[in-house]
């Protein structure tokens, strides 16, 4: 079977399953290297340290994937506005109100595998959804998806950006696409000048040290005083900077997937709820969830910093 048709085969099974892009690139050695020591050496990544045990690997696509060849990077769409229903609650991040997206897509991706397996035989590949030692953002770009904003985050000209990126790394060639060559952001400096603790330190920088999701999901010490008052009601992730981005004001779709919809038990619970969370509703109410990530006592210490 031609490349081609290969390449046509995945884009459709990967629009059956959902997905609202994809883009196909050639790994290469990057000049990243530099721009990633430089971040790591401002300790922008805060206590995130396997962004520095990692950055080889991250660098140097080889050093994670020797055989690699093809890149596929997929978008998938997770929005939906439950935040601006809810001004007088908590807030959480739109992306972890439904199912945990790394086992979700995952699926998704080896469903995928099992289709190219049809077609060809001995190939080595790599699932990737998140966790994995890439510059997934980048490879997005080289791939076609879209271009990075001042807020770090990848953003489409069709969808904005609210989706989440993974990726299949194969071992053989495809047919590549373009990369996305325009910065659309423009003069554009909503989300720099709406961040409530500053933590774009500078286009297309951000500064993790001062980052709400940083601060609510993977910092695992308390919140800084002099952040606290700037949380907002954020117990879970962020979405200022996207919330205020025109790609999103003006392109944003909701999502129609039931592993994201919000659930009754967290779109149901008041403030008061919230600060009487126990253990076991905490379990039940996340079961299968994102929000485990930052577990019970990382997520009452957020809900106790916003009181």
């Known amino acids: 079977m031609r490349n081609i048709d290969l390449n046509k085969l995945i884009t459709d099974k990967s629009k059956e399953l959902g997905f609202n892009l994809v883009g196909f690139t050639s790994p290469y050695k990057t000049n ?9 050496n401002l300790k922008y990544h805060a206590s995130m340290n396997w962004m520095e045990t990692s950055k080889d690997k991250r660098s140097d696509i080889f050093k994670y994937f020797p055989e690699v060849q093809t890149i596929i990077s997929f978008a998938y769409n997770y929005y939906t ?4 229903d809810n001004a007088n609650n908590y807030k959480i991040s739109n992306y972890a109100w439904g199912n945990d997206y790394h086992i979700v897509l995952k699926k998704k991706l080896y469903d995928i595998i099992s289709l190219i397996s049809e077609h060809k035989s001995d190939f080595k590949y790599r699932v990737c959804v998140d ?3 890439l510059m997934e953002k980048f490879w997005a770009e080289k791939a076609g998806i ?3 904003g001042k807020h770090t985050n990848l953003i489409n000209d069709k969808i904005g950006s609210w989706f989440f990126l993974c990726e299949i790394l194969l ?3 495809l047919t590549y696409d373009s990369p996305f060559s325009l910065d659309l952001c423009g003069s554009c400096t909503k989300c720099v000048d709406e961040c409530p603790t500053d933590a774009i330190v500078d286009e297309y920088v951000l500064d993790s040290n001062k980052c709400i999701s940083y601060l609510t999901i993977e910092n695992r010490d308390d919140i800084p005083d002099n ?7 954020w117990i879970y992730g962020c979405d200022i900077c996207q919330q205020v981005c025109p790609w999103n004001q003006k392109f944003s779709v909701k999502t129609t997937d039931a592993d994201f919809i ?3 038990k967290i779109k149901n619970k008041t403030k008061e709820d919230w600060e009487n ?3 076991q509703e905490y379990r039940e109410t996340f079961k299968k969830s994102a929000i485990k990530r930052t577990k019970f006592s990382g997520l009452k210490r957020n809900i106790l910093a916003n009181k």
């Open 32 to 40: 990243q290297n530099n721009n990633l020591d430089n971040w790591l």
């Open 81 to 84: 506005d439950e935040n601006d």
């Open 131 to 133: 966790t994995s030692p």
């Open 146 to 148: 879209g271009w990075i």
């Open 171 to 173: 071992d053989f060639k």
């Open 227 to 233: 952040l606290k008052e700037n949380l907002g009601d």
């Open 262 to 264: 919000i659930r009754d």
């Open 277 to 279: 969370l126990n253990i």
